[in-house]
């Protein structure tokens, strides 16, 4: 299959695709999704295939408006309205529980319950309402390697697999929507995925309390977010995280070490670190905004098998706002791991 990259004059062709049952990923604020009717359990059932996604890991369900919600949903929680209202289309998912047989089990993982987004795209917004339908939309990348932020991501993981993809070009965030629980009306809302839209932002603007599932997922217990349990966006390289104040001593570490090492930093560690590194992937400043939208770009540049490199250091940042997100992406690619500096 040829894989077309659609711009933004040939939305109605790609819409089109997607009616029929084609895959066609699509840009989004956050990351790339990877785009089928949700109508059509059989294209639902190729995203899986193309992705090599595990079965029990439900779908995110985009629509254009919160109208096309409504058919689907039992029982709304009493803060959705405040909730769309004020951060739709946003990076924020809303998981409700919903009519039972109002969508196929392939995009719920046979769950009651199915996760929503208006993405805040304006080319993807008009891609869903010329096909008519909602879109499922996972990331868009093979299952396991980092999210997509660009078209070309796309291609990379998804050429002569899918009909399509929809060239935005780099997502404005970078790190995947917040995952929010509304499924029990009676309970405030639970954050299952952290992401650009913060507890600390939900909690002033709704002005209640909301909870942060804090649950760390272990392999043999089922998880309130499924996809919290799969290893993500781990490049094969190994990736260290390293503490602000340790980047001296990392330098050091691979002086002696004569590794190859690569790194993902703003520009003051760059150039501290670029007469030793192997590969730097610069970011353009030391923010973790920047961080969070490079972080994926890096990961993906730096694992090109013919740098061959040992080890990936990455910058960190402090676990407040966006952070929270940039921090668990990090954390899973890393397996955890930090570079540990000697104590002197
Ligand atoms: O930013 C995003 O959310 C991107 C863009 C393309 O929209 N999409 C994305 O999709 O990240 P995906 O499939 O990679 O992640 C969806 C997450 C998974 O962790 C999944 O387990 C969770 O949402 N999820 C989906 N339905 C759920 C449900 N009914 N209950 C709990 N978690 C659910
Ligand atoms: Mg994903």
Sequence with gaps: MDTKRYHEDEITEAAQLLQAGELVAFPTETVYGLGANALLPEAVMQVFQVKGRPQDNPLIVHVADFQQVKEFVENFHPLTEKIVKNFWPGPLTLIFSIKKDSLAPVVTGRL?????????????????????????????????????????????????????????????????????????????PVILRPGAITQETLMAVLETTVEVDGHLVSESETPRAPGMKYKHYAPDTQVLMVHPQDWEQALQWVTESGMRAGVIAGPEIAELMRYQAAAVFMLPQDTVTQAAKGLF?????????????????????????????YMNRLGKSAGKRWFEAKAD
Excluded at 308 to 325: K, N, Q, R
């Design 112 to 188: 009651s319950t199915a996760a929503f987004r208006m993405p805040d795209h304006e080319l993807t917004l008009e891609l869903i309402r010329e096909a008519g339908v909602p879109l499922v939309g996972p990331s868009a990348n093979t299952s396991g390697k980092p999210s997509p932020t660009t078209a070309d991501h796309v291609l990379h993981d998804m050429s002569g697999k899918i009909a399509g993809v929809l060239d935005g070009g780099a997502t404005q965030i970078g790190v995947e929507s917040t995952v929010l629980d509304l499924s029990d009306p009676s309970q405030p």
């Design 297 to 325: 770009a890096g990961l993906r540049a730096l694992d090109e098998p013919q740098l061959a490199l040992d080890v990936i250091l990455v910058e960190t940042f402090p676990e407040t706002g966006l952070g929270v997100a």
